[in-house]
């Protein structure tokens, strides 16, 4: 069973002037940490809303926990970070934690043991009795964190965790989600920053204009191609030529060249054609691309879309 | 549990804007009045002389007709002032409630939308009928303890004042739900609350119209709008002691409560925020 399952999944608003969200297809496995990436107003929270039942699609379905998104009551086991989430300013941090935990259907005891343990997580116990209309950004979104996780959710949909927060604090989140995975939970992650997701993701689906543009895991993001960097003795044989025979595209740096291959099969054939020319290899370096490149590229071929 | 926390949390809501605590100020201070201002001497353990705000009132008959005329004029009050500022205290928290990042909480809990929009508004009414009840029970108590006449009606004429208020609540909630602006659905509710004396006595006006289609149009607003003007009237009645002799106005006002409701909860529930 897959936590998380759409079939085309459409929000369109205006009569379709504005496509929030375009026949989404995605499908998230249990345990694992999803990582939902793209910049600000390519649809993930419009995804995430939907999920919820937040938002009404205009097309399409979707399953959460195995229900369809129409059945509120499998919100029990469902947390949710929404983001820019606004808590009732009057409350205090552990008034706030009873308030939604009763209406998670939490019993009044298991609030009283739950909501020490959750400020304790989120570095909040110091405060839990100022009112809310004090706090940062930052504290109100580990706040909000905290609330995600009063239900003891299986899934847990966080929309920009990490908004406002501190990087030492951003690292904390991290760490513990990766926590909240060992317990078998299911995270599903929003974020317009690469940095943020890249490190925890177990698959990541990159989104654009409503759009899922690249789906997959994290590794398989980076060999979609293979690229090789080649230092060769420079001979009397054009390069460029035996490539092309074996259907190969170069690039020509100062001191080397870049060569797309499909596969390492595809790799050795250059290689015996080199040697059978008698050219001396120098070196042979995959080329490593940083998620980011790879970001960058697939929004950037989105940008047809 | 579930439902209760939307309507406690509603409840603390009311409660944070102060609107409420002022408004159990002036009650309290107003039973204090009473309780200096009524004064009764017992003698013999008969009751010789009462005076009221320093005026001596001689016999039981002229007593019964000021404490029913005290309770009256209060009802008056709670129904015209106490609805108007209940109206302003609450106008906000539908509003509150359909906003970004708030709702979005509520949702994603295991309720129904039908559940949060009425839990939301249950808690609204309840904090007026509290309000309301506080002054009525307390000041009621206290003129019945010192001059031993006990006038239930009074408290009937709560019961009325409370439904008044949610049948034009519920206006109020089906205007926010709608426009989501709630200055907007207050001015709006304000405006169906001065329009019922003037719909009441629409055929003053019926010499005047052009055709009698016009007429037929003010009676079907008078139907189908709530009825404040005659509510008032029942609310004054029941405090006096007065008998009624219809209660439709009470009756077709809280058919178009339920109406209200039912349109307001089929639009929360269609919409996506
Ligand atoms: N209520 C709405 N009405 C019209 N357009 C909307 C509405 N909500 C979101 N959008 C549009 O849908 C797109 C996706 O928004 P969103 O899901 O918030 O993106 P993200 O979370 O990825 O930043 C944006 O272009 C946004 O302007
Ligand atoms: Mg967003």
Redesign the pocket.
């Known amino acids: 069973m897959y936590t998380v399952e759409t079939f085309d999944l459409t929000?369109h608003?205006?009569g379709g002037k504005?496509k929030?969200?375009t026949n989404c297809n995605i499908r998230v496995e249990e345990g694992r940490i999803f990582g939902l990436l793209?910049?600000?107003?390519?649809?993930?929270?419009?995804?995430v809303?939907t999920l919820l039942g937040i938002i009404h699609p205009t097309g399409g379905s979707a399953k959460v926990l195995g229900q369809p998104i129409t059945d509120y009551h499998i919100h029990n086991k469902i947390g949710y970070l929404a983001?820019n989430h606004r808590f009732p300013e009057f409350l205090n941090a552990r008034q706030i934690l009873l308030y939604y935990g009763k209406m998670s259907g939490l019993s009044k005891e298991t609030l009283s043991r739950k909501i020490p343990e959750l400020l304790e997580l989120v570095n909040l116990s110091d405060w839990a009795d100022v009112k809310t209309h004090k706090y940062s950004k930052g504290m109100a979104q580990r706040l909000g964190l905290a609330h995600a996780l009063i239900n003891d959710p299986d899934l847990i949909f966080l929309?920009?965790p990490t908004d406002g927060i501190d990087p030492v604090g951003r690292k904390e989140i991290r760490d513990l989600l990766l926590k909240l995975r060992t317990e078998g939970k299911t995270i599903f992650l929003?974020s317009?920053q690469l940095s943020e997701v890249e490190r925890i993701s177990d698959e990541i689906a990159i989104?654009k204009n409503?759009n899922v543009l690249q789906i997959g895991r994290v590794d398989d993001f980076i060999s979609v191609k293979s690229q090789y960097q080649l230092q060769i003795q420079n001979g009397t044989l054009s390069f460029s030529e035996l490539c092309a025979g074996l259907n190969i595209p170069v690039l020509q740096a100062e001191d080397h060249y870049t060569v797309t291959v499909e596969d390492e099969r595809h790799l050795n054939r250059l290689i015996d054609k080199l040697r059978a020319e008698k050219v001396l290899i120098k070196s042979i370096v995959p080329r490593k691309i940083t998620l980011e490149d790879y970001f960058i590229d697939v929004i950037e071929e989105g940008e047809a879309l | 549990m579930k439902f209760l926390s939307i309507v406690q949390l509603t409840f603390r809501e009311s409660l944070a804007k102060k609107t409420f605590i002022a408004f159990m100020g002036i009650s309290t201070f107003i039973c204090l009045l009473f309780i200096f201002a009524l004064n009764v001497d017992i003698v013999d353990g008969m009751q010789s002389g009462l005076s009221i705000f320093g005026k001596e009132v001689s016999n039981q008959i002229d007593l019964t007709k000021i404490i029913y005329g005290i309770e009256g004029g209060l009802s008056v009050l709670l129904y015209t002032a106490g609805i108007f500022l209940s109206l302003f205290a609450t106008s906000n928290l539908i509003p509150t409630l359909l906003k970004p990042g708030f709702v979005d909480l509520f949702i994603s809990k295991p309720v129904s939308r039908f559940q949060i929009l009425s839990g939301r508004f249950l808690g609204s009414i309840l904090i007026v009928a509290l309000n309301i009840f506080y002054l009525v029970i307390f000041s009621g108590l206290i003129l019945s303890i010192k001059t031993g006449i006990w006038n239930f009606g009074f408290l009937w004429a709560a019961v009325i004042i409370v439904l008044s208020f949610l049948v034009l609540f519920s206006l109020m909630t089906f205007l926010s739900v709608i426009s989501k602006n709630g200055p907007l659905s207050l001015m709006v509710t304000y405006l169906i609350l001065f329009f019922s004396p003037l719909l009441l006595a629409r055929d003053k006006i019926y010499a005047l119209l052009s055709s009698k289609y016009f007429g037929y149009f003010f009676d079907g607003l008078y139907y189908a709008l709530p009825k404040t003007a005659e509510m008032g009237a029942i609310t004054q009645f029941l405090a006096r002691g007065v008998p009624i002799d219809s209660w439709m106005p009470l009756w077709s006002s809280l058919l178009f409560a339920v109406v209200m409701l039912g349109l307001s909860g089929y639009i929360f529930q269609r919409k996506?925020f």
């Open positions: 929000k608003y205006s504005v929030a969200l793209g910049p600000n107003g390519a649809g993930k929270t419009t995804l809303k983001e929309d920009e929003n317009h989104l409503g | 996506s």
